[in-house]
């Protein structure tokens, strides 16, 4: 509880104590015998107007600031009337009971909310508070903002990694559950990639840095997070208009409910107006009418919701993203790196009469010097030292292959283009997959089948998404038609996209956008680095396994700290769990306060149900709101 929490719980304790003293010994009718010539409910409202400022001076003053800056109607306003009207009507402990209650109900909610604000930092406690390095032989402490790219920082066990970089010396095991929301820890060493928000577990490193503090991993999603509230809901804007138009509308309905009835009942019916009552009944309706819980609590169930699913890996950039994340019904993937995993390995030797471990070898040195993913594959696989005085003049040719001389052979190792180049015929695999066709000294020796892998936790996503409420499930990919309808076999995806360019990506999803009916969003999930456009043109983009990817975080509108697929079901599940929170707020403050309002109105209601209707229903609404923060797989 904050200092400016418990100062209120103290004016609290001491109004309520006041309160019941002077019902108790029943103050106006005990002093008026003893103080003769003064009537009782002078004597009366001497007592109550102690424990009245007491609780409600705040609420007075900040009813006069309104008043002067021209924004009359909040719920300041309401009550210091309401109050003050019953006061004036000489019911002294109903004036005060009512500015106690609402008290009560305004430290409940600035207690809940600053809870549920401090478990979302605790989830999101990533925010290095320094970086150490060495000087003159000592470690020391430095801001993180003042470590240079390229600088060598040292990170001891149990602290947090401040800045993004690769380990230069020492090993260790790090919990990355901050960022990605898994609990399992990762072992690095020298050559490592570590980003800044993980914990260092076990060994000392010693890392170099590869990017600035303002640029790290932490820094991006730190940031991201912070922003979230500036992206409003359409239900959030609803509420903010509703609460503009409807306060100034109940305070002229209240007034309104004061003069006519007793005025009306006077010219009809020449019946003496009772003014006492109808203005009884008006400061009631005044009181019930306070809009708290509807402006409380629905950007508080965004707030919940974004943060519950933060601790999941899951960033969401703002409350209108998680509510049309919630409308989802169409879902379109790309393949690699999302699907499958993007890391390519050698599944499938096929030679002619060569020995594979020699074939093997002989590719591995003519692909030494290629930085493509294939020949990272064929040197892996070759698991072989490679020497480079055994290889000269190689040539590189884009799109095809390569071609050097090994061993004083010419080796050349590609797709069949390259085949077609120097005139060797190939043969064709029966397997899909990626074929590097070897031909050396233009004769063919046979061909290496390099296949992608399928993401392990595709099967499972999509089952969850077909449960989570996803109607149609559409896979994208640049690769060949046979490739594609293998992987879309495998995970049970019916509708494939194969061989298309990025452009054409955007026109698929352009169709299927076409087709989709109004209340029903597209997401579109890929590795967010060549998705960009894609990502930008659904109406959600999910960039997969983004940790630490710039035009990730930039282009999607959620992200996925990992490449666990099946938490796009966890989010779904997350939006839709969050709107049904906000409609049952909506729609139950909405109702008891109309019903309130009502018997307000022809008297049933009194002064102790407005304060059910304004603090109790805000009260539900407050705790209602909190259960988005749980995010349960």
């Known amino acids: 509880m904050t200092k400016k929490q418990k100062k209120v719980l103290i004016r609290i304790i001491a109004a309520t104590i006041l309160l019941v003293l002077f019902k108790v010994i029943d103050v106006e009718d005990r002093f008026e015998n003893i103080i003769p010539n003064i009537p009782g409910r002078y004597i009366g409202l001497v007592f109550y107007i102690v424990p009245y400022y007491v609780i409600g001076y705040d609420i007075l003053r900040k009813a006069v600031k309104g008043i002067i800056n021209r924004q009359i109607f909040d719920e300041n306003f309401l009550m210091a009337i309401a109050t003050v009207g019953a006061m004036v009507l000489g019911d002294y402990a109903e004036g005060v009971a009512v500015m106690l209650f609402y008290q009560v109900g305004e430290l409940f909610q600035s207690y809940a909310v600053g809870k549920s604000r401090r478990s979302i930092g605790e989830l999101m406690d990533i925010r290095p508070d320094y970086a150490n390095i060495e000087q003159d032989g000592e470690i020391v402490r430095v801001d993180p903002d003042e470590i240079e790219t390229g600088s060598i920082i040292i990170v001891r066990p149990g602290e947090k990694i401040p800045i993004d970089g690769v380990v230069v010396q020492g090993s260790t095991t790090i919990n990355t559950s901050a960022l990605t929301g898994e609990s399992l820890p990762a072992d690095v060493g020298c050559g490592d990639e570590v980003l800044s928000g993980c914990i260092n577990l076990s ?46 509308i109940v305070c002229s309905l209240a007034l309104l409910l004061a003069v006519i009835p007793p005025l009306a009942g006077y010219i009809v019916s020449s019946v003496e107006p009772q003014w006492g009552v109808w203005v009884y009944r008006a400061l009631t309706f005044l009181v019930i009418s306070c809009p708290c819980a509807l402006v409380i609590s629905i950007p508080l169930s965004f707030f919940a919701g974004i943060g519950g699913a933060s601790s999941k890996g899951i960033l969401i950039k703002g409350a209108n993203y998680l509510e049309t994340l919630s409308e989802a019904k169409y879902i379109v993937f790309d393949k690699t790196g999302t699907m499958t995993k993007g890391v390519f390995e050698v599944v499938g030797i096929h030679h002619n009469a060569m020995e594979e471990k020699e074939l093997l070898d002989i590719v591995a040195h003519a692909e030494s010097a290629s930085s493509h993913p294939i020949s990272k594959s064929i040197i892996r696989a070759y698991d072989g ?65 390099i296949s992608d892998i399928i993401n392990p936790t595709a099967c499972e996503a999509l089952k969850k998404l077909n449960q989570s409420g996803i109607r149609e499930t559409v896979m994208l990919t640049g690769d060949s038609v046979k490739v594609a309808n293998e992987v879309a076999g495998k995970l049970g995806i019916e509708k494939v996209h194969a061989e298309l360019m990025p452009g054409d990506k955007v026109d698929k999803v352009e169709e299927i956008i076409a087709r989709k009916g109004k209340k029903e969003a597209l997401i579109f999930v890929g590795d967010g680095i060549n998705d960009a456009p894609v990502l930008s043109r659904a109406d959600i983009g999910i960039a997969m396994g983004a940790l630490g990817s710039d035009a990730a975080i930039e282009a999607a509108d959620v992200v996925l700290m990992d490449d666990n697929l099946e938490k796009i079901a966890l989010a779904v599940r997350l939006a839709k769990k969050c709107m049904r929170i906000v409609y049952e707020n909506i729609y139950f403050a909405i109702g008891i306060k109309i019903i309130c309002l009502f018997l307000g109105a022809i008297g049933i209601a009194n002064m102790w149900l407005a304060i059910f209707a304004d603090v109790g229903v805000m009260v539900i609404a407050v705790l209602n709101a909190i259960r988005a923060l749980r995010c349960t797989d």
């Open 385 to 449: 030292v490679i020497d480079n005085g055994r290889i000269e003049d190689v040539k590189e040719y884009s799109g095809e292959g390569v071609i050097a001389i090994v061993d004083g052979k010419s080796v050349a190792a590609g797709n069949g283009r390259l085949m077609d180049r120097i005139g060797v015929a190939y043969k064709d695999c029966s397997q899909s997959g990626t074929i590097v066709h070897i031909a050396i000294d233009e004769e063919y020796a046979g061909h290496i089948l």
């Open 203 to 248: 060994g000392l490193v010693k890392i170099r840095t590869t990017k600035e503090f303002a640029e790290s991993t932490v820094s991006k999603i730190l940031e991201l997070v912070e922003n979230a509230g500036s992206r409003k809901s359409k239900s959030e804007n609803f509420i903010s208009k509703f609460a503009r138009y409807y306060t100034p």
